[in-house]
């Protein structure tokens, strides 16, 4: 049972350079989310899924862009990547019901030079 | 909005002593989830405890205890006898009840237990 996996684990990026990011459950949770963590920030909020082909956005969207085309897959993405999107990146799973807690995958590092 | 302060940065302390991590929330929701995770040096978020607001029974797991304080809005995590294994860094979070469980996380304490 691999739980939540994320794929890649590191990448760095120039400028404007664009890539996915993928999130991959194999617990059947209906909801899946991804946050970002910068240095004495916490973990913020980016986007969130409810369900397959539901999205919404969390508290920091801008300058990405997210998928669920699939129960077990959110892909997040990022078009034009900037110096200011370097963080490393969580992504979450959890049951739709009885407010279960979220099940974070073990991270993706992403440098934008 | 929602919020969470966990005002301690960093502490430090010795093998076997206690140590109490506070966390202070701000909601306007009458109904709420707290939650406390743990990111050891490996990076991963560990899930250690869910707490809803109608719930004001402290709790203990092992050497963990928790103390949730509606009145003071804090929901404060203490480590009995800490050991080396107990260095990561401990975030407190809150979240609505509204299902979607959107975590609005603290910025995080960062434990250093010494031999």
């Known amino acids: 049972n691999a739980g939540v996996t994320q794929t890649p684990k590191f990448r760095v990026l120039k400028t404007g350079q664009s890539m996915t990011l993928l999130c991959a459950q194999d617990m059947n949770h209906e909801y899946m989310y991804w946050y970002r963590q910068d240095p004495g920030m916490g973990l913020r909020l980016i986007h969130y899924?409810?369900?397959?082909?539901?999205?919404a956005k969390g508290e920091v969207p801008d300058g990405y862009n997210v998928s669920r085309l699939k129960k077990q897959n959110f892909l997040l993405g990022l078009e034009s990547a900037a110096p200011s999107q370097t963080s490393v990146y969580f992504c979450?799973?959890?049951?739709?019901?009885?407010?279960?807690?979220?099940?974070f995958g073990d991270g993706t590092r992403l440098s934008i030079l | 909005a929602q919020k969470v302060t966990q005002a301690q940065t960093e502490i430090s302390v010795v093998e076997k002593e206690d140590v109490t991590l506070d966390c202070v929330y701000e909601?306007?929701?009458?109904?709420?989830?707290l939650f406390w995770y743990k990111q050891p040096p490996s990076g991963e978020l560990v899930f250690l405890i869910r707490r809803n607001s109608f719930d004001e029974q402290n709790e203990i797991s092992g050497r963990y205890s928790w103390n949730f304080q509606k009145s003071t809005s804090s929901f404060n995590f203490t480590i009995t006898a800490s050991q080396v294994v107990d260095s990561a860094v401990y975030f407190c979070?809150?979240?609505?009840?509204?299902?979607?469980?959107?975590?609005?996380f603290g910025t995080g304490t960062r434990l250093l237990v010494s031999p």
């Open positions: 979070a809150l979240s609505e009840n509204t299902g979607f469980q959107k975590l609005v």
């Open positions: 979450a799973s959890r049951l739709g019901v009885g407010n279960q807690p979220q099940h």
């Open positions: 899924s409810v369900g397959e082909g539901t999205t």
């Open positions: 909601t306007r929701d009458t109904t709420y989830y």
